[in-house]
């Protein structure tokens, strides 16, 4: 059972438009939450983060906004450019012992079409 | 500064044989974790080292894998013997030990792992 959902495998965006990409989550346990991106035949990037206690975290053309009540969080990009062509991956963790492991979703591919 | 590294990038073996993967996490990072990504899907958390000692092993799928830390640099993950469901991408991943909820988990390229 997956706790950590992204329900869009794929989207596409013209270059200098936003993209956004959403991401629910299961566990209420989750504290912290991340975005990876991953180029092929890499590891995955960290991108961006938020905690619990927040809604909103900026960097530069980087936005993620957490609804809580609703378990979904979204990562905004604007403007969108070709080199955003990945896979992002949303992952979660919240503190279980000492142990911070990440829980991912199946990511979703983002195109920028030039 | 170095990132993280792994060794080899792919592995393509028969089933039933025995496959080490190498991970050197970034130095002075004290936490170590395995991935896996099978077929596309979700990154799944395999297990976690703190410095040699392993935190966190239950996300080990079964006793043919088994991992390492001595001295609390590198790590290998074995699987012996591999199975054809053991295919996939196994991802190392190091950060500091602060205790920081923000402590940044940076991964590797990865090692494609190809079960025949």
């Known amino acids: 059972d997956q706790q950590v959902k992204q329900n869009s495998p794929s989207l596409s965006v013209q270059e200098g438009r936003i993209s956004i990409l959403n991401c629910d989550y299961t566990n209420s346990m989750f504290d912290y939450f991340l975005w990876y991106k991953k180029y092929p035949a890499e590891g995955p990037t960290f991108l961006i983060s938020?905690?619990?206690?927040?809604d909103k975290n900026e960097d530069g053309r980087f936005t993620v906004f957490l609804n809580k009540s609703a378990k979904h969080l979204s990562l905004h990009i604007v403007p969108s450019q070709p080199g955003d062509s990945a896979v992002y991956f949303c992952a979660a963790s919240g503190l279980a012992g000492s142990a911070r492991q990440l829980t991912f979703g199946s990511g979703t591919q983002l195109t920028v079409l030039p | 500064e170095a990132g993280v590294t792994q060794f080899p990038s792919h592995s393509v073996i028969e089933k039933g044989q025995t496959v080490t993967l190498r991970c050197d996490p970034i130095s002075g990072h004290d936490n170590l974790y395995w991935y896996r990504r099978v077929m596309g899907k979700e990154i799944k958390f395999l297990l976690h080292f703190v410095k040699e000692s392993k935190q966190d092993e239950s996300g080990m799928p079964n006793n043919r894998f088994l991992a390492e830390r001595t001295g609390g640099t590198y790590s290998t993950l074995k699987v012996q013997p591999a199975e054809l469901e053991d295919s996939g991408v196994y991802f190392c991943a190091s950060s500091l030990l602060t205790g920081a909820i923000t402590d940044t988990q940076y991964f590797g390229p990865g090692t494609r792992l190809t079960v025949l």
């Open positions: 938020i905690s619990s206690i927040k």
